[in-house]
């Protein structure tokens, strides 16, 4: 009877983890969704700017960011379990609060609720993922990513194709309805488990300082962050309204494109974390290609409007901008092996912080961008041309160039322990 205690602990803190990935699907789901995947259908339903548009990403963004650096406190002190107990409370209320809102000003505050509760799933889920597999934590944290960016997919193509059935309000409802359930099932399975002890946690500057004059963590945080920004603002914020108003790509269609970066980035971050071990767990050589596939797909790009290239051929190099995007899983082994164990939380708090704050600096400053040079009407739709869309690209591809320097500055780890090396 007692041996049979730890057991089904152990069951139920599986189950646990199950429920917890599903929440992480969600958290995805609202990240994308809005505005990328309906951004005319909310330009045109509240007249709205381009800025007024990008900034309910952005809205998100920044939220997203700055939670962060209190959510890695809470998960020391709390622990992740219950960290996401309470997060799943606050994704619920968002999600639904939004297709229920009716004026920009209630739109963005349900965009910062919903955010401060998915901003507490990522860093959880790491911290579950390391404490169950401490060995194989990269190829399990790469499932993790995979139906995580499942949930990226849902929230382009299969959203525009349920838009020919229903409205985007009556779609955001049923979903919030699908997060509300996974939650009471999280929390039906949490009650059950023996709480952890708290643990004293207060944010230490010196700890925030420690890490940021390491040189070798401003190099990775210098690559994975800026690129990071240029392929979220591409898919969740500009991509979509991009495609259509430039290359002339359907709704439909240019959706599909978006759909297609999460199925890349979730086959690609699984598959780096085993190519790593397979190479003798080498990460440079990963950080490296991530620099040159960016520069050249927005060089590319950039190249497209300023000659007026309109083959939807090159909508390619958005599948490109998401490979390089997507070795979050050598980053964190890279944060792992540069850092001591006492700076890990606030080391991973940090980057996600950082990644989060650039592409809501990057969507804000796209929007502004765009709106330097005036639309044009069509019926109830607002459509950017080309001098819109150089500005934008020509600043992603000054972006890029940075992400190959540091990339090119990065020094090898072969996944070992290198804290205790100068730089």
Known sequence: ??????????????????????????????????????????????????????????????????????????????????????????????????????????????????????????????????????????????????????????????????????????????VALACGVISLC???????????????????????????????????????????????????????????DFYQIDSLHASWVL????????????????LSRCCGNRRKVFMVFAGTCVVVSTLLLTSSIAFGWLSPWFSICFLTITVSASFSTITIALIKEFNPPELLSIATSFNNFSAYMAVAILGNLSGHLMNLFPPRQEGDLLIYGRNSYLAVLSVMLFISLIVLVNSLRLRETYGKDCSNQTD
Not at 216 to 242: D, E, T
Not at 259 to 266: E, F
């Open 259 to 274: 759909t297609a970066m999460s199925v890349v980035a979730a086959v690609t971050n699984i598959s780096c974390a085993v």
């Open 1 to 174: 009877m007692n041996s049979s205690a730890p057991q089904s602990a152990e069951i139920r803190n599986k189950l646990l983890f199950v429920f917890g990935t599903l929440l992480y699907f969600f958290a995805n789901f609202q990240r994308v969704v809005i505005p990328g995947a309906i951004f005319n259908e909310l330009q045109s339903e509240l007249s709205a700017s381009a800025p007024a548009i990008t900034g309910l990403g952005s809205a998100f963004m920044y939220t997203y960011a700055v939670s962060q650096l209190v959510v890695g406190l809470l998960i020391t002190r709390y622990g992740g379990k219950r960290v996401i107990a309470w997060g799943t409370v606050l994704i619920c209320l968002g999600s639904l609060m939004f297709p229920c809102s009716h004026g920009l000003f209630m739109m963005y505050v349900s965009r910062v609720v919903v955010s401060m509760g998915c901003s507490t799933i990522y860093l959880s889920m790491v911290a579950e993922t390391v404490a169950i597999a401490p060995i194989s934590y990269p190829i399990v944290l790469g499932v993790v990513y995979l139906v995580g960016y499942l949930g990226s997919c849902m929230a382009n193509a299969p959203v525009t194709a349920c838009l020919n059935y229903t409205d985007w309000r009556t779609l955001l409802k049923f």
């Open 186 to 244: 999280f929390w039906a399975t949490y009650i059950t488990l023996p709480k952890r002890m708290t643990q004293k946690a207060s944010f230490d500057i010196s700890l925030l300082f420690s890490f940021i004059k390491r040189r070798q963590n401003r190099v990775v945080l210098g690559i994975s962050c800026l690129v990071f920004s240029i392929y979220y603002v591409m898919q969740a914020i500009l991509g979509k309204k991009f495609l259509q």
